[in-house]
């Protein structure tokens, strides 16, 4: 599935992309709020800036993907921990990518 299918389904209502193959997918500032992507591959792939508040990350892997400035208020994090903030620093990410590896 590539970033416009991933946009396309999402405008369309789709909220679901759990397990999806979404390695090295590029979705800056995309609007994702709600999506439930629950054990999907985002390994190198491109959030930034993107809104995730209230989405599902639990389980997924996000090695090597970048998120700095995505909204993660929220939202479930890989370690199931529910976010509450916005993520503005490399390193403070980088904790998070690593969580299931």
Not at 19 to 25: D, E, F, M, W
Not at 43 to 51: G, W
Not at 69 to 87: F, V
Request: proline residues 1%.
């Amino acid at each position: 599935m590539d970033a416009n299918e991933v946009l396309r389904r999402y405008a369309a209502g789709e909220r679901n992309f759990r397990q999806a193959n979404l390695k090295g997918i590029s979705l800056i500032k995309a609007n994702l709020r709600e999506a439930d992507f629950t054990g999907a591959n985002l390994k190198n792939s491109d959030l930034s800036d993107s809104d995730l508040g209230s989405a599902n990350l639990n389980w997924v892997s996000l090695r090597g993907a970048k998120i700095n400035g995505a909204n993660l208020r929220g939202t479930k994090m890989p370690d199931g921990r529910i976010h509450n903030d916005y993520l503005n620093s490399e390193h403070y990410a980088l904790k998070f990518c690593q969580l299931l590896e």
